[in-house]
T-cell receptor, first 115, second 111 residues
Framework: KAGVTQTPRYLIKTRGQQVTLSCSPI?????VSWYQQTPGQGLQFLFE???????NKGNFPGRFSGRQFSNSRSEMNVSTLELGDSALYLC??????????????FGSGTQLSVL | DAKTTQPNSMESNEEEPVHLPCNHS???????IHWYRQLPSQGPEYVIH???SNVNNRMASLAIAEDRKSSTLILHRATLRDAAVYYC????????????FGKGTSLLVTP
C-alpha cells in the first residue's frame, strides 16, 4: 500500500506570492490533517478535513486555507506569503472518524522557503 | 488544552534501554496518550499509544502511571536508528486529529 504522498518536496517562493501544496492520503483514508513545522515553534496543527469538510482548525491566520476532494486528496494554500511561512509542511492521513486510538500516517513533507 | 512536558534531549548508549518520560498532569479521563517519533528528514511515525494500562508492541513499551499524570516510553535496546525526536501527545476525545505535538525529546544514541 502506498504511503502518504506530498508534492512538491521542495518549493521556493518570494514574499507576497501564493502557494498550493498537495497531499494524497493512503488509499481508503478519509481524514487528512496538515501541520507546520519550524525550528522555533515545532509541529503545529493547521487544519483537518474529513469527507471534504473542514473538521478542525488550528490557530493560523486566514491566509492559510485548505480543501479536500471527493477522492480524499487534499490541498493547502497559503496566500500573500511572508518570510515566517518558511517551514516544513506535513500532511497526515488516518482511516476512521474521530477514533482516538487511530494512528496518523505522515508524509515526508513539503519544504517551503520564502525569500 | 491538556499539555505534555518532556525533556528537551536525552542521550543513550547503543543496546542499552532508554526511558523517555512525559508529564501530562492535566490529562482528562478520556484522553489517550500517544507517542510518535520523527527521524531526520522524515515525517513523524506512530510508535505506541495507551489509555490506562501499560502497552507493548514490537517497537516499544508504554508505562502509564496509576494516576495517569505521567507516562514513560521504553525502548528496550536502543539502536542508532532510534535516534530521533520523540513526541508524547494527548489525543483528546471529540477533538478530531488536532494534535498538539509540542517540542518533543531529541534522543541521541551513541555507539
Amino acid at each position: 500500500k502506498a504511503g502518504v504522498t506530498q508534492t512538491p518536496r521542495y518549493l521556493i517562493k518570494t514574499r507576497g506570492q501564493q502557494v498550493t501544496l498537495s497531499c494524497s492520503p493512503i488509499s481508503g483514508h478519509r481524514s487528512v490533517s496538515w501541520y507546520q513545522q519550524t525550528p522555533g515553534q515545532g509541529l503545529q496543527f493547521l487544519f483537518e478535513y474529513f469527507s471534504e469538510t473542514q473538521r478542525n482548525k488550528g490557530n493560523f491566520p486566514g491566509r492559510f486555507s485548505g480543501r479536500q476532494f471527493s477522492n480524499s486528496r487534499s490541498e493547502m494554500n497559503v496566500s500573500t506569503l511572508e518570510l515566517g511561512d518558511s517551514a516544513l509542511y506535513l500532511c497526515a492521513s488516518s482511516s476512521e472518524n474521530r477514533a482516538t486510538n487511530e494512528k496518523l500516517f505522515f508524509g515526508s513533507g513539503t519544504q517551503l522557503s520564502v525569500l | 488544552d491538556a499539555k505534555t512536558t518532556q525533556p528537551n534531549s536525552m542521550e543513550s548508549n547503543e543496546e542499552e534501554p532508554v526511558h523517555l518520560p512525559c508529564n501530562h498532569s492535566t490529562i482528562s479521563g478520556t484522553d489517550y496518550i500517544h507517542w510518535y517519533r520523527q527521524l531526520p528528514s522524515q515525517g513523524p511515525e506512530y510508535v505506541i499509544h495507551g489509555l490506562t494500562s501499560n502497552v507493548n508492541n514490537r517497537m516499544a513499551s508504554l508505562a502509564i502511571a496509576e494516576d495517569r499524570k505521567s507516562s514513560t516510553l521504553i525502548l528496550h535496546r536502543a539502536t542508532l536508528r532510534d535516534a530521533a525526536v520523540y513526541y508524547c501527545i494527548l489525543v483528546i476525545l471529540n477533538s478530531g486529529y488536532a494534535l498538539n505535538f509540542g517540542k518533543g525529546t531529541s534522543l541521541l544514541v551513541t555507539p
